[in-house]
């Protein structure tokens, strides 16, 4: 059984992960990338459809193409691996919550294998469609995202108009018993 002490620091693993934008060079081990598909695959979907496809991308000129859909992923880059997800289109609202799912359980993979990932966002329905064109995946299925990995050289945001980071305080995103109680 884990101590109490070892749990709190497995959970602070999952509470430092970030969305990574800059990243090393250097290549992605295969066994690192077999780990995270792995961790895709085994991720829990709406009634177990796992409506899910994964494209490996470790082609810099693919990556390429992807970062100049829009500007706000121009990173995208310079990582060294992606790993686009694509979903059948049977079930629009059920499958974009298994993809935020299997999103998060690799951005939480890549940090626990010492590694780290950002999502990027293809954009609008024509973005998607010249990104559906770069990976050669069927026009019927949704493809949305692509999830970046690799050794992290920095934890900040580097675009112009980056996110302000940090979080809302616990007391004003949670309630108890009742909407807009406090504790106690
Ligand atoms: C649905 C979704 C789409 C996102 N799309 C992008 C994106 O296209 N480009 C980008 O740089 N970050 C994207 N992000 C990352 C968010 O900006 C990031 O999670 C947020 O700023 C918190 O970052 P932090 O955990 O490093 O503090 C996306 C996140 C989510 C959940």
């Not at 620091?9 to 602070?12: C, H």
């Not at 293809?122 to 559906?132: M, P």
């Given at each position: 059984m884990a101590s109490r002490a070892s749990r709190r620091?497995?959970?602070?693993v999952l509470r430092t992960v970030r969305q990574i934008r800059q990243y090393s060079p250097e290549r992605?081990?295969?066994?690192?990338?077999?780990?995270?598909?792995?961790?895709?695959?085994?991720?829990?979907?709406?009634?177990n459809s796992q409506p899910w496809h994964f494209i490996v991308?470790?082609?810099?000129?693919?990556?390429?193409?992807?970062s100049q859909l829009r500007t706000p992923i121009n990173w995208v880059a310079a990582a060294p691996l992606g790993i686009a997800i694509v979903l059948d289109g049977a079930n629009v609202p059920s499958e974009a919550y298994d993809e935020g799912r299997v999103t998060e359980r690799l951005l939480m993979g890549?940090?626990?294998?010492?590694?780290?990932?950002g999502v990027a966002w293809?954009?609008?329905?024509?973005?998607?469609?010249?990104?559906?064109?770069i990976l050669g995946i069927p026009a019927e299925r949704t493809a949305r995202s692509v999830v970046l990995i690799g050794r992290p050289t920095s934890i900040?945001?580097?675009r112009?108009?980056?996110?302000a980071g940090g979080r809302k305080p616990l007391s004003e995103i949670v309630s108890y018993e009742r909407w807009g109680s406090s504790k106690g």
């Open positions: 620091s497995q959970t602070e992605v081990p295969d066994e690192v990338v077999e780990r995270l598909l792995e961790v895709a695959q085994w991720t829990g979907s709406s009634r991308i470790s082609q810099p000129g693919q990556l390429r193409q992807i890549a940090h626990l294998l010492g590694f780290g990932g293809f954009g609008d329905e024509a973005q998607q469609a010249e990104a559906k064109d900040k945001d580097p112009p108009d980056a996110r």
